[in-house]
């Protein structure tokens, strides 16, 4: 005789589904750690396929906007600035089949994020935005490029993915945000754990008025030469005479191109 009974609860549980389309599955405390990989190889994937090699990373306020009041216009102009500089002569304009380097990478938001990118899109070269998920949702600015735009939703993944291909930190002003980021690269760079990578902040007198690193000298809470692991610069040409006096730039042998 036929077994005729059916199997439709078996069909239907969620032991039964294939585990990579299981979202309850993939989103169990149980996958982070699966979780945290995948958000390392979805970028990692992507950046390989666009042949970046490097990076220029952008810190700053999300607050800051274009025509801003006090001195924010003049942050905003500046970091778009940069962002054409750094875009033009580091080399991310590469187009002989080598490698880009140099391409301006941000935390991908609002203010002095889209502002760099945005220069970067002036001159028609890929920049990258390493977006959050936030409470109140971080939307990407319009001038990331598209393929290169991720979306992160821990904090030190998108970090590990800000530090490990940059040649060179510039941090504009900022608050708890920017503070985190740049205090942490300046730890990895204090205890020897990244390379000695250039680290810029932008307008001195904002840096010097809002953090006082005299006073950790004086209670020895670092020593003097670690005040050598940043330097200050005031202009967007100066931000990039002081990444080309600490080396950085294009690699032998290669000329930037006039498109991206």
Not at 70 to 83: E, F, I, M, P, T
Not at 115 to 130: E, T, Y
Not at 225 to 248: I, M, P, S
């Given at each position: ?89 580091g080399g991310a304009l590469v187009t002989n089949g ?163």
């Amino acid at each position: 005789m036929t077994d005729t009974k059916p199997n439709s609860p078996q069909m239907e549980s969620p032991s039964y589904r294939l585990p990579a389309l299981d979202q309850d599955f993939l989103l169990s405390d149980s996958m982070r750690g699966v979780r945290f990989l995948l958000e390392y190889a979805k970028a990692e994937m992507a950046l390989r396929q666009w042949g970046v090699r490097s990076t220029i990373v952008v810190f700053g306020s999300a607050r800051i906007g274009e025509g801003g009041e006090g001195h924010h216009a003049n942050w905003y102009d500046q970091a778009r600035a940069v962002g054409r500089i750094v875009s033009e002569r580091g080399g991310a304009l590469v187009t002989n089949g080598t490698f880009r380097d140099n391409v301006i990478a941000t935390g991908g938001g609002p203010g002095i994020m889209a502002a760099a990118n945005r220069g970067a899109a002036d001159v028609g070269a890929p920049s990258i935005g390493f977006n959050i998920t936030l409470p109140h949702e971080q939307e990407p600015n319009a001038y990331s490029t598209p393929e290169l735009t991720f979306r992160f939703h821990y904090f030190a993944m998108r970090k590990m993915h800000l530090a490990m291909r940059a040649n060179a930190l510039i941090v504009f002003p900022g608050g708890f945000g920017t503070f985190d980021e740049m205090f942490e690269l300046l730890t990895l760079r204090q205890t020897g754990k990244a390379p000695p990578i250039p680290i810029v902040l932008f307008d001195s007198a904002y840096w010097k008025r809002v953090i006082n690193f005299e006073a950790l000298i004086e209670e020895g809470m670092i020593a003097r030469k670690d005040l050598d692991l940043f330097v200050y610069a005031e202009t967007a040409e100066d931000v990039w005479q002081k990444l080309t006096d600490a080396g950085v730039g294009l690699h032998a042998g290669e000329q930037a191109s006039d498109g991206p």
